[in-house]
């Protein structure tokens, strides 16, 4: 799939880093050899910007350009500060409401949690600069527009996110079927940050080890997990439901 956030050739992503574009991720054709190759790793390496070492099938089937082996994705939005978001959140007089996505990595996922969040009312979203689902055409596709409009944070931890929400005063409410306590338990009326984990092994444990709550969705049926979008819902309208 080719999009307009997308550039190939590794001279034309040495530029783009170069100029401060936002680079969301590079995907580098494993054991690619030259020494403007190397020029480009060690810059990577300096702006620790996300990488992926992959076979050159998936430069392929990402663009039928002469790509060089390498293709990089550009986003389309600009990233906030997570200390000036929860500032100017907090002296607004509104409830502050944030979500944390632990290492999610599905775009259409990322992009129907985004839609959501705008619905509800969410001051900011925040994903770690490694691992995360990066911002593509999918995800602007998926979220109608929300992605533009929803205040986007990265972090290089998500851990450090918690402490920083926890510091200002904010609740961390880990969405987790590891507790025996639902979402209905929880108080969603105060200040609070809510985490979701990702598609494949939920919350990381060093971060559930330090939440402040831990709530879970009732299961009714034969299946043992929703879909993280679907969750991040429920979440996000019982917190509705409690502040209206």
Same mark, same amino acid.
Do not use: W
């Given at each position: 799939?080719?999009?307009?956030?997308?550039?190939?050739?590794?001279?034309?992503?040495?530029?783009?880093?170069?100029?401060?574009?936002? +680079?969301?991720?590079?995907?580098? *054709?494993?054991?690619?050899?030259?020494?403007?190759? *190397?020029?480009?790793?060690?810059?990577?390496?300096?702006?620790?910007?996300?990488?992926?070492?992959?076979? %050159?099938?998936?430069?392929?089937?990402?663009?039928? @350009?002469?790509? *060089?082996?390498?293709?990089?994705?550009?986003?389309? +939005?600009?990233?906030?500060?997570?200390?000036?978001?929860?500032?100017?959140?907090?002296?607004?007089?509104?409830?502050?409401?944030?979500?944390?996505?632990?290492?999610?990595?599905?775009?259409?996922?990322? !992009?129907? %949690?985004?839609?959501?969040?705008?619905?509800?009312?969410?001051?900011? +979203? %925040?994903?770690?600069?490694?691992?995360?689902?990066?911002?593509?055409?999918?995800?602007?596709?998926?979220?109608? !527009?929300?992605?533009?409009?929803?205040?986007?944070?990265?972090?290089?931890? %998500? @851990?450090?996110?918690?402490?920083?929400?926890?510091?200002?005063?904010?609740?961390?409410?880990?969405?987790?079927?590891?507790?025996?306590?639902?979402?209905?338990?929880?108080?969603?009326?105060?200040?609070?940050?809510?985490?979701?984990?990702?598609?494949?092994?939920?919350?990381?444990?060093?971060?559930?080890?330090?939440?402040?709550? @831990?709530?879970?969705?009732?299961?009714?049926?034969?299946?043992?997990?929703?879909?993280?979008?679907?969750?991040?819902?429920?979440?996000?309208?019982?917190?509705?439901?409690?502040?209206?």
């Amino acid at each position: 799939m080719e999009n307009n956030y997308q550039i190939f050739g590794i001279r034309a992503v040495i530029e783009a880093i170069q100029s401060g574009k936002t +680079i969301d991720k590079v995907f580098i *054709q494993k054991g690619l050899k030259g020494s403007l190759s *190397q020029e480009l790793e060690t810059l990577l390496r300096k702006e620790q910007l996300n990488t992926s070492f992959v076979p %050159i099938e998936k430069l392929n089937r990402l663009t039928k @350009k002469n790509h *060089q082996g390498v293709v990089a994705n550009i986003s389309p +939005i600009e990233f906030h500060d997570l200390d000036n978001l929860i500032l100017k959140t907090v002296e607004s007089g509104a409830t502050p409401l944030f979500l944390l996505l632990d290492q999610l990595s599905d775009v259409r996922n990322f !992009g129907a %949690i985004i839609r959501t969040a705008e619905c509800t009312g969410v001051h900011g +979203i %925040i994903i770690q600069k490694k691992g995360a689902a990066p911002v593509t055409a999918d995800t602007v596709k998926t979220s109608a !527009g929300a992605v533009f409009k929803v205040p986007i944070c990265k972090v290089d931890h %998500i @851990k450090d996110a918690v402490f920083h929400m926890q510091a200002s005063g904010i609740q961390v409410v880990a969405a987790t079927e590891k507790t025996e306590n639902t979402l209905y338990d929880a108080d969603f009326s105060i200040p609070t940050a809510i985490v979701m984990g990702s598609e494949d092994v939920g919350i990381a444990p060093s971060i559930l080890k330090i939440a402040d709550q @831990k709530a879970k969705l009732p299961l009714l049926g034969e299946i043992g997990s929703l879909n993280v979008s679907v969750a991040c819902g429920a979440f996000l309208y019982e917190a509705v439901r409690q502040r209206l």
